[in-house]
């Protein structure tokens, strides 16, 4: 049997030789390293593809992101699922022009008389366009801190339509009201063809 005394001078003769190897080949570097990880996440995701279709990447779309060539309906069913929409007039005040000139630029402004308290308030205001390609325009989200729900910003229109601002409040109830707007010149590229 061995000595302590040896076992720990056997180890550090070892480790003296452990050290020396580490010296010459420190592991992989930082881009071989960074190269072996993106080489699994593609391996990863093309396997994932293989298995489960190329839908299967697309498949988690946020509420709020518009999808291309999207239908109105879809939009809102997409958006609020089953939810109703309530009439919004006296509610809910959306300006912007009866006649667009230009549809590259139009003005609208969307007011929410409605509470803004922390148990009660906006959360957010939609603005769609029934003729646009991408119906869902913007989303603005608020918390009570604001004070008020009130936006101003400009929009593009693609073709003669009626514009939506729909609020939804905290508690899923949702108002809308739409105004109709002849666009003269197209503000978006191809109007949809419907």
Not at 164 to 176: C, G, I, K, Q, S
Request: glycine content about 8%.
């Amino acid at each position: 049997m061995e000595s302590p005394d040896q076992l720990d001078l056997d180890y550090s003769g070892q480790s003296g030789m452990v050290q020396e190897l580490n010296k010459k080949n420190q592991g992989p570097s930082r881009r071989a390293f960074l190269r072996g990880l993106a080489a699994i996440l593609t391996l990863g995701a093309a396997a994932k593809e293989f298995l489960f279709g190329s839908e299967a990447l697309g498949q988690a779309v946020p509420s709020g992101f518009p999808l291309p060539d999207e239908t109105v309906e879809a939009t809102l069913k997409r958006l609020f699922g089953n939810r109703p929409l309530n009439q919004g007039e006296g509610k809910v005040k959306l300006d912007l022009p009866l006649i667009a000139e230009d549809g590259a630029n139009v003005a609208v402004t969307v007011e929410a008389n409605l509470p803004m308290t922390p148990a009660t308030y906006v959360s957010n205001i939609y603005i769609i366009s029934d003729k646009n390609r991408r119906p869902m325009i913007a989303k603005f989200s608020f918390t009570p801190e604001a004070g008020k729900a009130y936006i101003a910003t400009s929009i593009r229109l693609a073709a003669t339509t009626d514009v939506r601002a729909v609020v939804e409040m905290n508690d899923e109830m949702l108002y809308a009201v739409s105004r109709h707007v002849r666009v003269t010149v197209s503000g978006c590229g191809d109007v949809p063809q419907n």
